[in-house]
C-alpha cells in the first residue's frame, strides 16, 4: 500500500495541545457539546461495554462522562500530548490516533471526540479501531466535518488574494459526509450509519475567534501552510470581509462548526443482514395499493415532459 500523503503536521499539533494544557478546561464548548452527544448515544443503546477506550481523549472530559454510565467498567484515555494526559483520569495511554497498541479483539467501545479529523491516515485509523474492536463492539466517533469555519476560510481567501496576491491555506480541509460513509464501508464497519450537526456560536469579533481557536490547540497545522508571520494588512483584512460578509446585527459575528458523527460495528453474525435479492415474501406494489406494469409498459406509458433532459 502507498503511504499516505502527510497533510497535517503531528508533531506541531502535539506541541500546541501542550501548550494550551493549562487552560484547556476554559475552553472546552464544543467538546463539553460533544462529549454530552455521545455519552447520551450510548445511553440510549441497551447493552454493555465493560472495556473501552477514548482515543484523542485530550483533557479527558470525554472519558469523565463516560465512567458515569452503568453499562462502563473501564475507559482508557489515549493522548499523545503528555501535558493534557497527565489530566485524565483512570486508565491512560500516550499513544498517536495514527498508531493505536491495542490487541487485536481487545475493545467493546472506542470512542473519539474532535481528534480524528487532523489524522493524516483516517482510512488506516477506523481500519486500525475496527480490528481493535471484539466482534459486535461499537465505534462513535465526532469529528469536524467540511462546512466547519467556512466564513474564516472565506476571509482569509479573499484578504491574501488582495494582499499577496495569493492563497494559502489557513484552514484544514475537513471531510464530506459522504465521503466519512465510504470509509466506514470501506474499514469494513458493520452498520454504518454518518450524521452531520451545526453549531453556529457567536464572537464578538473575528479577533475573538481567532484567540478561542488558539486556545483550543485548533488552528491551522497543515504542512502546506505559509510559514512566515501573517502580516498585519492581511489580518486587518480578513476581519473586515468577515465582519462585512458575516456580521449579525448587534456587532457580533458566526463561526459554523459542522460536527460529523461516525458509528459503526464490528461485524458479528447475530447483526442485521439485507435479504438476498429475490427472497422477498410481499410485493411493493401491493403494500403501496397500486398496480405493477412491465419495465416496457411504464416508459411507453410516462409523461414525455417529465423525461430526463426536460
Known amino acids: 500500500m502507498p503511504e499516505p500523503v502527510q ?26 457539546r460533544v462529549a ?31 465512567r458515569r454510565l452503568p453499562g462502563i467498567r473501564t475507559v482508557t484515555d489515549v493522548e499523545p500530548a ?26 467493546d467501545l472506542i470512542v473519539s471526540a474532535l481528534s480524528l479529523q487532523h489524522v493524516n491516515d483516517l482510512p488506516g485509523a477506523l481500519v486500525q479501531m475496527r480490528r481493535a474492536l471484539k466482534p459486535d463492539g461499537l465505534m462513535l466517533a465526532a469529528l469536524l466535518g ?28 475537513f471531510a ?25 456560536v457567536t464572537y464578538a469579533s473575528p479577533l475573538a475567534l481567532m484567540r ?7 488552528t491551522s497545522v497543515l504542512i502546506a501552510r505559509r510559514k512566515v508571520p501573517l502580516r498585519r494588512a492581511t489580518l486587518a483584512r480578513a476581519i473586515e470581509v468577515y465582519t462585512e460578509r458575516f456580521g449579525l446585527p448587534g456587532g457580533r459575528v458566526p463561526a459554523t462548526f459542522e460536527i460529523v458523527t461516525l458509528t459503526g460495528w464490528a461485524p458479528h453474525e447475530s447483526q442485521p443482514k439485507p435479504l438476498r435479492p429475490g427472497s422477498a415474501q410481499a410485493r411493493l406494489a401491493d403494500a403501496l395499493g397500486t398496480e405493477e406494469l412491465p419495465a416496457e409498459k411504464a416508459e411507453k406509458g410516462s409523461d414525455p415532459s417529465r423525461s430526463p433532459g426536460v
Not at 157 to 173: I, K, N
Not at 176 to 196: E, H, K, N, T
Open 176 to 200: 464530506d459526509v459522504r465521503d466519512l460513509g465510504g470509509l466506514l464501508q470501506r474499514a469494513q464497519f458493520a452498520l454504518p450509519v454518518v450524521d452531520s450537526d451545526t453549531v453556529t
Open 212 to 218: 478561542d481557536l488558539r486556545a483550543m490547540a485548533a
Open 146 to 173: 467540511g462546512s466547519t469555519l467556512a466564513e474564516l476560510r472565506t476571509a482569509f481567501l479573499v484578504a491574501e488574494a488582495e494582499t499577496l496576491g495569493g492563497a494559502s491555506p489557513r484552514v484544514a480541509p
Open 7 to 32: 497533510i497535517f503536521d503531528r508533531r506541531l499539533l502535539i506541541a500546541r495541545r501542550n501548550r494550551v494544557a493549562d487552560t484547556a478546561a476554559d475552553h472546552e464548548f464544543l467538546l463539553a
Open 82 to 107: 503528555a501535558r493534557l494526559l497527565a489530566q485524565c483520569d483512570g486508565e491512560r495511554l500516550a499513544a498517536d490516533e495514527e498508531a493505536l497498541p491495542f490487541a487485536e479483539g481487545s475493545l
Open 36 to 66: 454530552d452527544d455521545l455519552t447520551e448515544r450510548l445511553g440510549a443503546i441497551n447493552r454493555t461495554f465493560p472495556n473501552a477506550a477514548s482515543v484523542g481523549a485530550y483533557h479527558g472530559l470525554l472519558g469523565r462522562r463516560l
